[in-house]
Every structure is written in C-alpha cells, then in structure tokens.
C-alpha cells in the first residue's frame, strides 16, 4: 500500500478571492460550466486538489462525471479523494469503474480506508476486487475487514512503525527515516517485544532528544502503555482518545500484540456522528440518518418508532378515556390538560438530554449517575413550583375558579417533577438493560408524563371539583 | 513558557489489572483512602501520572486536597493536570494558592491553556498573578486573552516553529531540532516572509525527505495555505479541520500574519461541547450545561425556556378553548385530540433534529437546504399516510363512527405533514434571522403542532359531526 498524501503540507490550489493569497475557504470556487461536461480534463480539477475539497467537488456531479474525473486521477489522488466520499457515493462510483481501475485505486488507499469502502460493497463485487489486488493487499484488507467496523479493530490503521526494543535509538532514527516515505504516522513509532506485543510508544522527538546509544528498551523508562483492545466500541475508543488528547490509540488483540492504531481523524469522524445519533436517537429518527439519506430509507427507520409513539399516546389516551364524564361536564378541563402534559414533556425531555450526553461524554460512574438524577430532581421542584404559581394565577384570573386553579397548579408541578426524574432515569435503565441510552427514549417519556399528567390533572378535578 | 508533557509517548504508571502488562482502563485504581487524607504524599498520586487521569482523580477530593496535591506537584505535572480539570474547578484551586505558587504553574502551562484559565478568573486575581509571572510571559498571555474565547483566536497555541522562506532545508532541520525541547508541535513548521505573513506549511517530514540544500521557497511549489482568521467562530473553525483531517490549523490576521496554531485537540474538545449544545439547546436546557452544573443555574438557565413553552402551550389551549362547545357535545374528541398532537410533534422532532445537526456539521448550502426540507416534507407525507390509515382504521374500531376515524385520519396527516415541514424550516428560519438554529427550536415547533393539530382536528370535527 502506497502512503497516503500528506494533507497538512501541501494544497495545490490557485488564488481564489483573498489578495494576500489566502483562501479563506468562504465558497470553494467551483466553475458550474465544469459541472456540465461529461469529460472533466484534469487540470481544471487541479483547482480542488485537497482530496476533501476534491469530494466536495465532486458530490455536485453526476455520476458518469465523477467516475470519469476519478479515472483520470492519478491513482493516488483518487484514492485520497475517494477516502473523502460519503460512502454511498463510494460505492456507487467504484461499482461503475472495472475492476482492475478500481483495484488500482483501493490499492493506493490507506487500508483503514480501502476497508471502509470495501465493507460498503456488495460481496461479490468486494471478492472480484479483492482478487484483482495483490496477494499481500488483499491480505492485509480481508485481515481488516473482519473486524466488526464499529470497533476498534474496524477503523485501526495497520500501517505503523514498529521497533524491536533492543536496537539503539540510532537505529530507530534511521528506520523512522526510512519508513517516512510509506507510512500515514512517521512521528510515533510503537517498541514491542519479539512476540510482537506493545512495551512503549515513543515519538520522534524522544527519539532524537536522546542520548545517541541508548537502547529502546531503557528509553521507554518502564512505562505503561495506554492501548485498547480491538473489539472497544468506537465510541469508547473515541471518548478515550479525546480524554488523553491522544493522536494515535494503539490497539492490541488480548495477548497484549499490536495490531494497529486508530488516529484522530477517525475519532473527529466517530465524535461528529455519535452525537448526531443522540439527538436523532431520541426522537425515534434515523442514528445515522443525514439530509443526504433516500427519503424511502428514512421513513423505514422512523415509521416503526413512530407507531411506538402512536401506541403510547392511545394509552394516554385511554387515561382521558377514563374520565370522559368528567369532560363532559366541565369541557374547560379539555382546555387545560394539555397544557400539562406539554409542560411536563418539554420539562422531562431538558433533563433526558443532560443525561444522555453525560452517558456519550464522559466514562461511566453509577454513583454520579444517580446524583444526577437527583439533580434532576431539585431542578423538576423547584420549575414545577414556579410554573405551578404561574398557572394557577392564569387559571383563575381566566376562569374565576380558585379551586381549578390549584387543580392545575398540583397537577403541573407533580408532572413536572415526574417528567424530571423520568427524564433522569430513563437513560440509565435502558443502560441497565443494554440498550442504546437514547434510542426512542423521548417516545417513552412523554408516554409517562402524558399518561401521568392526564391522570392526575382529570383525577384531582375529578375529585376536588366534580 | 515551558514544553508541554509529550502525552503520546509515556505514561508512567504502575501496572494495574492486566497481566500483559497493559492498562486496560476500565476503571482507574482508586485508593479509597487516599481521598480522605488531607495531606496527599506525591509519590502515591504518581498512580495517575497521566494528567487526565489526575485530574479525573482530583475531581473526587475535597477543595483542601485538591489544593495540597496540586502543590506537591513539580510545577510541570500541576499545569498539566490543571489544563485538563474542569474550568469551574480550575478557578476554585487556583484561587487557593498563593499568588506565587500559581504563577510557577501557570507560567508551567501551554500559552493557549493558561489563557483559558485566566479567562475564568475574577479581573483583579488575573491581574495580580500576570503580574506575578514574568514580563515576556505576561504579555504573551495578555495577547492570548485580548481573543474572544469562542474564536479561532480563543483557543490557538502560539508556540510554534516559524521558518523564514529563504533558509535551506537543513537549516530548517537544524531549527526544529532545537525548538523541538520546547515547542508542543514539533512536526510541522510554518514558513513565513519577512514581515511574517504565512506563506505554506512543511513537516517534518517533507524537509528530511527533501534534497540536501534545497531552499524553503522552493520546497513549498507554489503552495497555498489553508488558514483560518482570528475572529472565525471556534464550531466553524473545529468543521474545517474536521473536513480537512488537519492535525492543526493556522491561524492568522488580515494581512495574512500567522498568530498561531489551532490544534486537534481543542477541536474534540468543541466538537463535543457543539453536539451537546444542539442537543440541549433544542430542548431549552442550558446549552452547556452538563450534570456537574448547579442546580440553581440549571434552572436559571431552564426557566426563561419553560416560561415561553407555557405561554406557547396557552396559546395552544385557546385554540381548544374555541371548541369547547364541541368538546361539552362530544367528550371523545377530547379523547382524541392529544394524540395528533403528540405525533405530529414528534414528526417535527425528527426533521427538526436532523436539519439542526446539517446545520452544525457541513458548511452551509442554501440549495441543499431547501431540498432538505422537501424531504422531510415527503417523509411527513407519508409516514403521515401510514399513520392515518391505522389511526382511522383504530378510532373506527373503537367507536364504530365511520366519519370520526376520517376526520382523526385526516388531521393526522395534515399535522404530521405540518411538523416535519416545520420541523425543517425552523432551524433555517432562525439561521436566517441570525439566532441559533438549535435553541428552543423544539419549543417552536411544538407550538404549531399542538395549535394547527387541535385546530384541524376540532375544525373538522366540528364541521362534518356536529
């Protein structure tokens, strides 16, 4: 596998609208009669040369045009900008390009890489490809693709240093030297023993601040390494890499031997769409669903939570159901109910979000867990009391009714609070139980503080006023 | 300013659970008892030598033990540990120690993190201890602080490797290597002209794999840099090294001076905050809010958000109270009416979510935006059709009236149409008006799925069954 290009130096990109030869990166300057060409020549896209800028590009052409402006890439830069894609769009190209064009591509990718889109693909178009590579490539990304791609293992790099621990620190130098033309992280290199298992890290610069002479194995000063292991969640991965400030995790299989490294950038990827997932989660949408999603594959993901929704809220309705004569009677009662349970629902859905992202950020701690809620608690009183007084003044200066006013002020304040510690806890037992924190979890509240706020408001006007 | 701990290459610490020798970090080796002494001997914090770990350690002390570890520290290590606590926590430590001792540790810490310390501090101590630290260090810092903290400005580091463009290649070597004991980022190097303005980027890398003698200028081929202003907010600034996979992104003025260098980790750091913000901000909770905040300004932060969702829901219970005398002839539409509602806003949640987290994760794109809201507008159309189909199917099973199931089904879906469409368009409305396309954004649209669901609902009931 070739190395991959080296981002951070270079960008051969021409002026666009900054005089002192900055791009300020506004609007990337994209010609739109460029878009219309079926033969793109290569020079013109020279103007995108960052792979990532590049894709951008390339995601506003249509498909004959991208494959035709991939073919005629250098093969490196094509596998850079390929790497860049959305995936889907990935697999749609490579699926139009033969397999020996493609294989040329894949084969200049870094393997973490060239495994994503690999995964991506149909099994047989992967296995055509697969087989059009060299022995040794395929190899290395069959390896890679058998690893689980929410795991550690699924988004490691396999092209690392790797240093026998009793060679000097000369020599380290001169092999870093060496390997710096093909490796994707020159800076890190990783001692192991002659079972290949993890001792160190050490960087360049320890590397080269070190007395000429030294054996690897002294320099390393008996420390520890931080590794994960190769089946980690990619979240957990992600949360551990932004705890450390770590470039580079190394990723170990359970005899403690390296395997490879998941970088930054990955986690950058993993952080963006874990929070995403949240938010989606927990409103029943899509946990990877983005505005680039076919619409039919978004209604798939959502119309199953949705029905979930719908059947909480029968229950709810059920509860009104119940009282049924008492709105017959006083239809007022009609007018306010609502207003509860809408209040409950925004209360409960502020402390569902404080939970859910302390569950995505930060390692767990049961009994910070449950302080939160707690917490959660005190805030749910202390609204409810406020909104309680507020409601019952605007109830009975509008209906004159003191008792009413009351009504809904206890009311409000009980499902406020019920909201509150629902919100709290419901992350926290569907983590008990194995579930996704987020997943649907507001569905589930407002099926609790609906129902109870139903329940309550209709049953203390029942009682109190009927 | 000292070095930065080089946190990739050691971690010196003790074996724990792992007979491979490897830290496998599922729970940190708390010593319960040495969290109830007052004085903490240095050696056995050396457990958790790794400063985030130190941290996350401290943050279980009391305030006097936390403030005798940090004293005991080599100043070094203190910074370190300092720069990854919890802000709030930082100040109370800091505001603990005498004026001396915390200037030997921030003086100890990267410019860009004493910075973001000293922003937290009341005015009068900040000044006292930049007083305390030496001139070139105080001025350093006030430079730092003059940035708004939410910009590019507010968080780079400002020890770099700056290179003049007209030195040799192993003059540039020969510079690095001597920066490289104090300098946090020793690998890339960023050339300037005489009256430094940036003019390209080199690694490391790019100069020892270059030919012997080779001039700076020429070994940059007509680069352009990508480079960010000061003043560009820190989420737009954390989406360009994201799309970039940058490792650090320069930072400069508008003449193109270089001021310094944004790294990956303060971005992670933005990234995750950002996520939680949308999250949080959606449902009008305290956008950075986290279960370590107070209660009491959780609900000082809450409050004005529940009030405006009180008096969106009044609004909501007006519409119902138009109705009343539809609802005192028949109860049941009182039955009913929360159920369109409660789907119709949950519709609206999930285009809401997806269009906020568009917004906060690719560049802006007036014309994908608006096909955006198309797509949710077929989504919501039909979801909505399924989910009238059942509704109708349901209210005629249970009531046995043919027309109260059409009129449920239709408002159903005119709802559900209405909350994704809505759902869509309000993070973009607000954009547009310059707000925050996240903040209360669920309030809003809950606003007009309650009003338009019970409008359509009881307007039609009203109008084919009374």
Redesign the interface.
């Known amino acids: 596998m070739q190395k991959k290009h080296?981002?951070?130096?270079?960008?051969?990109?021409?002026?666009s609208d900054d005089s002192?030869?900055?791009?300020?990166?506004d609007t990337p300057p994209v010609d739109p009669s460029l878009a219309r060409q079926e033969f793109v020549p290569p020079e013109e896209e020279a103007e995108y040369a960052?792979p990532?800028d590049m894709a951008n590009h390339m995601e506003n052409l249509s498909l004959p045009e991208q494959v035709s402006l991939l073919r005629h890439l250098p093969p490196s830069e094509a596998a850079d900008t390929l790497a860049e894609l959305d995936e889907d769009l990935a697999v749609d190209v490579l699926e139009h390009l033969a397999p020996d064009e493609a294989a040329a591509i894949i084969s200049e990718m870094s393997p973490d890489d060239a495994a994503d889109v690999l995964d991506e693909l149909e099994e047989d178009h992967r296995d055509t490809l697969l087989n059009t590579l060299t022995r040794e490539d395929a190899e290395e990304l069959r390896r890679l693709l058998a690893f689980d791609p929410d795991t550690a293992g699924g988004i490691m790099n396999t092209e690392i240093v790797m240093l026998e621990r009793d060679i000097t620190v000369d020599d380290a130098i001169r092999q870093i030297?060496h390997d710096?033309?093909d490796k994707e992280i020159?800076?890190?290199a990783y001692v192991v023993d002659d079972a290949d298992?993890?001792?160190g890290?050490?960087?360049?610069?320890?590397l080269?601040?070190s007395k000429p002479g030294t054996i690897l194995r002294d320099a390393?000063?008996?420390?520890?390494?931080?590794?994960?292991?190769y089946d980690m969640d990619r979240k957990e991965v992600a949360n551990?890499?932004?705890?450390?400030?770590?470039?580079?995790m190394p990723v170990?299989d359970y005899?403690?031997r390296l395997l490879g490294v998941a970088t930054?950038?990955d986690?950058?990827?993993v952080?963006?769409d874990e929070?995403?997932a949240?938010?989606?989660g927990?409103?029943?949408?899509g946990q990877d669903?983005?505005?680039d999603t076919p619409?039919k594959d978004?209604?798939r993901m959502?119309?199953p939570?949705?029905?979930v929704?719908?059947l909480t809220?029968?229950l709810?309705?059920?509860v009104?159901?119940l009282f049924?004569?008492s709105?017959?009677e006083m239809?007022?009662?009609?007018?306010?109910?609502?207003?509860v349970?809408?209040?409950a629902g925004?209360?409960g859905?502020?402390a569902?979000?404080?939970?859910?992202?302390?569950l995505a950020?930060e390692r767990f701690d049961q009994k910070?867990?449950w302080?939160?809620v707690l917490?959660e608690g005190?805030?749910g009183l202390?609204?409810g009391l406020?909104?309680a007084a507020?409601?019952c003044c605007?109830v009975y200066l509008f209906s004159g009714v003191l008792s009413l006013g009351l009504v809904m002020g206890l009311a409000l304040l009980g499902d406020m609070l019920l909201g509150a510690l629902a919100g709290g806890t419901i992350p926290l037992l569907f983590r008990i139980v194995g579930r996704d924190p987020a997943q649907a979890s507001?569905?589930f509240l407002?099926a609790i503080t609906?129902s109870a706020g139903?329940f309550i408001f209709l049953g203390l006007a029942t009682a109190f006023l009927l």
Chains 1, 2 share one sequence.
């Open positions: 080296d981002f951070l130096a270079s960008s051969i990109e021409k002026n002192q030869g900055f791009i300020t990166r960052h990532a030297r710096m033309e020159p800076y890190y298992r993890l001792v890290v050490l960087s360049l610069r320890d080269m601040l390393l000063h008996n420390q520890d390494v931080i590794a994960v292991r551990r890499m932004s705890h450390y400030n770590f470039m580079a170990v005899e403690g930054y950038d986690i950058l990827d952080m963006q929070a995403s949240d938010m989606l927990m409103v029943g949408a669903e983005s505005v619409w978004s209604v959502r119309l939570w949705l029905m929704n719908m809220s029968a709810s309705a059920f009104v159901y049924e004569g709105i017959a239809a007022l009662l009609a007018v306010l109910m609502p207003m349970a809408n209040q925004n209360t859905q502020q569902l979000a404080v939970m859910i992202r302390q950020t910070k867990a302080t939160a917490r005190k805030i202390v609204t406020f909104m507020a409601a605007g507001s569905i407002t609906d139903f």
